[in-house]
């Protein structure tokens, strides 16, 4: 169980990538490195790596980048709740993420569809918070974590 004090530590790192479909499994290796450093339980590094997968395939297929044509993540961990906390970035508000709107169901030999729904069961919460020029997708993971600042 972690302490009082141990909770209320926060923790983030930012991640940039090319904006690219080859970032992808760069940014899921990265983010598995940060918790890691971070002392994540195995659990919730894979889980967290499932998720900013599914979040950054989304962003560089669906979307666009942010200026300087890069990808953005966020991994932050901490405060009271102690809840991991996703985030991608990319630059375009005006496209809303599979998920948000009722969608049909992807038939059962569609090779995609299914990503925010497994988002979603894996998740306690996913949302997305739009800018100007921006549009950022988060997913927040419950950890079995002894998160240290590495």
């Keep these: 169980m972690l302490?009082?004090?141990?909770?209320a530590r926060?923790?983030?790192?930012?991640?940039?990538?090319?904006?690219?479909?080859?970032?992808?499994p760069v940014?899921?290796?990265?983010?598995?490195?940060?918790?890691?450093?971070?002392?994540?339980?195995?659990?919730t590094v894979a889980d967290a790596a499932v998720v900013v997968s599914e979040l950054a395939t989304n962003a560089v297929v669906h979307a666009r980048p942010v200026r300087g044509g890069r990808l953005i993540v966020q991994v932050s961990y901490g405060g009271r709740d102690a809840?991991?906390?996703?985030l991608v970035v990319d630059g375009a508000p005006e496209v809303v993420p599979p998920g948000c709107?009722?969608?049909v169901?992807?038939?059962s030999s569609a090779e995609g569809g299914r990503g925010m729904t497994l988002v979603a069961g894996m998740c306690l919460a996913w949302g997305?918070?739009?800018?100007?020029?921006?549009?950022?997708?988060w997913a927040l993971l419950p950890t079995g974590a002894r998160a240290g600042a590495s």
Excluded: I
């Excluded at 940014?27 to 659990?43: F, I, N, Q, S, T």
């Design 83 to 86: 809840l991991l906390r996703l």
């Design 101 to 103: 709107v009722p969608m």
């Design 27 to 43: 940014v899921r290796r990265r983010v598995r490195g940060v918790l890691a450093g971070w002392g994540m339980d195995a659990g």
């Design 105 to 107: 169901r992807p038939s």
């Design 128 to 137: 997305v918070d739009l800018g100007v020029e921006t549009k950022s997708v």
């Design 10 to 24: 926060c923790l983030l790192r930012l991640l940039s990538e090319p904006y690219a479909v080859g970032s992808v």
């Design 3 to 7: 302490s009082e004090g141990e909770r």
